[in-house]
């Protein structure tokens, strides 16, 4: 049996791989994110670096102690498979965190289009901690394990529930983001907003893809805040998916604001393809509470002014997780220690 390294010790290991995390200007990063994004076309050099330094700022002597200082960690050592998503950079890498972390071990399935960063980091870390970096296997198939923790589309989870089921797991389907407004948001703001919208090409489970405003807010308002943001057309993926979706608008005749590189379009729908962001006003701010509530098992985070909304963050704060913001509110840590 795998004997883990202490909890301070791994506390430490990964507070030297922040470090690591941190150093994005050295030649072994240029290729490191060169070798990704051969393997990922959506990766960019811009977004890679921003999920290193979005690590690096929570793998913290401080962060992590504040994280972790309701938890004893009973001698566990159990094999969790972990199935990883891959739709941004590093997005799978809080899972096998918190498993190392909690001292069990880790059978991973990394997604193809996240393999590359994910694999080098736990290279990293084996520089400073061989033995807890040895808790990591690869694999390509799930067999001998004792729990999962499985992330996949709405229609691999039925699969993974299916599966699974026999096992402890927590399984995770697709969710999105959403912004509120209430018309008194400053320019600042709203340019902040654009950063929840447009990050990683609004790929991500944590981007903006739908925003509410008053009944009567005036949509033009925003195009100039979103502005700094035009040179996500300049991704040809992401331009093929603005001319599909404005061609399918224009076609149909379907009503639609277009700003050039957005597509804003007024719906009840919660889930917006890539390059348009949905609309929907509301009467007051009781009635979309309630709205909100009822879909909460489909939102991942909102964004609001002044965290206007129970759990909501401030505009520009989507892609910032800090290490106790679990994806789909599913406590991770708790999970672990009960297996």
Not at 38 to 49: L, R
Not at 211 to 232: C, G, M, R, S, W
Request: proline share 4%; with cysteine; net charge negative.
């Amino acid at each position: 049996m795998i004997q883990s390294p202490t909890l301070e010790e791994r506390m430490q290991s990964f507070v030297h791989l922040g470090q690591w995390f941190a150093d994005t200007s050295s030649n072994a990063f240029q290729k490191l994110t060169q070798k990704a994004i051969d393997g990922n076309s959506w990766f960019t050099p811009q977004h890679i670096q921003m999920a290193f330094e979005a690590w690096s700022l929570v793998l913290t002597k401080e962060k992590m102690e504040e994280w972790l200082q309701s938890y004893t960690f009973p001698d566990l050592n159990k094999k969790v498979g972990l199935v990883l998503a891959g739709n941004v950079p590093m997005v799978g890498f809080h899972d096998v965190l918190s498993t190392l972390i909690s001292g069990n071990q880790a059978l991973v399935k990394c997604a193809s289009q996240d393999a590359v960063l994910i694999k080098a980091s736990i290279n990293a870390l084996a520089e400073y901690a061989p033995q807890l970096a040895n808790q990591v296997t690869w694999i390509e198939r799930l067999t001998d394990f004792d729990a999962v923790i499985a992330t996949g589309s709405d229609n691999t989870a039925r699969y993974f529930e299916y599966y699974f089921a026999k096992h402890p797991h927590i399984i995770r389907k697709n969710r999105v983001s959403v912004g509120v407004l209430n018309g008194r948001e400053s320019d600042e703001e709203l340019m902040a907003l654009g950063r929840d919208i447009f990050t990683y090409y609004g790929l991500g489970c944590r981007n903006v893809a739908k925003i509410y405003v008053p009944e009567h807010y005036d949509l033009t308002l925003l195009i100039p805040h979103f502005q700094p943001f035009e040179k996500v057309l300049d991704h040809h993926k992401y331009q093929n998916n603005y001319d599909y979706n404005k061609s399918i608008y224009l076609v149909n005749r379907e009503e639609h604001l277009d700003n050039g590189f957005l597509l804003l379009r007024e719906t009840k729908d919660l889930v917006s393809p890539i390059s348009v962001l949905y609309i929907e006003r509301y009467k007051n701010e009781a009635l979309l509470s309630l709205n909100l509530a009822s879909m909460k098992d489909k939102i991942q985070c909102i964004v609001s002014q002044n965290r206007a909304y129970e759990g909501s963050l401030p505009f520009g704060e989507a892609q910032k997780p800090e290490l106790w913001d679990y994806a789909d509110g599913v406590n991770t840590l708790d999970f672990l220690c009960s297996l």
